[in-house]
């Protein structure tokens, strides 16, 4: 193999990394789950009667088996139906990298995949909504304080504001 041929295998997603035996088909409904996703393993071209069992391996093997659930197992062996199909839901609760292994009643590999499982993410903390009936408010003002416009005439009885016409210090002629 080439090293080309080699570094886009390696770039490959891992859904390139799957195998299904002669006469079997294994597929994953999501091969990059976010962890807690639940995701499903459907094997066919099983005979009627027959059991699969799907087993769930994690990389690195420090991620717990009470990570990986199967119907609530790592390990489930189940009657295939009457259409020769086993479909067996699967949640990954940590991020890592799981091999799932497929075998027929005798323990012969019908099928492997590999999937990714990224961590979950938290969506963004999203800011309390804003009641549309209040008026925005000016930081930088006081509330208290009487508006400084020099061409607003004060109230009747309230100083004007200074520089205002007819305040004190106002310019000779502007009233």
Known sequence: MSAGAAAALALTPTAALAYSAPGYEVAVTSPAPAAGETFAVVASGFDEGESATLTVTSDPATIPDAAIQIAGTA??????????????????????????VVTDENGALVGQSTVVVSADVDPAPTAPPTDPGEEPTDPDTDPTEEPTDPDVAPAPGAPAAPGAPGAPGAAPGAA
């Open 75 to 100: 390990s489930l062996t189940k009657p295939v139906g009457d259409n020769g199909v086993a479909t067996f839901a699967v949640t990954l609760t940590e991020a890592g990298v799981y091999t799932l």
